[in-house]
């Protein structure tokens, strides 16, 4: 019973991005990477949950990028949880 706020931590995902960049579709990537259709959908719209390591270094590997061109950590907004005198 008080006031708790929490900070929401969050990882962005370029992956729509350098698509866009590079005008290609995530059936080119999935082509040429062998990485799984639905994982790079994932990715695109920043739904996945977790990231493997190997789809990340295959990614940078395929766009000649490093990791942090891919993925970053952004704090969000602070979330607070007033006293609802519980």
Same mark, same amino acid.
């Given at each position: ?10 990882? @962005?995902?370029?992956?729509? #991005? *350098?698509?866009? /960049? ?9 082509? =040429?990477?062998?990485?799984? @259709?639905?994982?790079?959908? #994932? *990715?695109?719209? /920043? ?9 990340? =270094? ?8 490093e990791l942090a061109d891919l993925i970053d950590r952004v704090p969000g907004d602070r979330l ?7």
């Amino acid at each position: 019973m008080g006031h708790f706020v929490f900070l929401k931590i969050m990882i @962005r995902c370029h992956f729509a #991005r *350098l698509l866009g /960049e590079r005008k290609l579709k995530i059936s080119d990537v999935t082509r =040429d990477t062998g990485i799984n @259709r639905g994982t790079l959908t #994932r *990715l695109y719209y /920043e739904t996945a949950e977790r990231l493997e390591v190997d789809v990340l =270094d295959k990614l940078c590997e395929y766009f000649k990028i490093e990791l942090a061109d891919l993925i970053d950590r952004v704090p969000g907004d602070r979330l607070a949880d007033t006293d609802r005198g519980e």
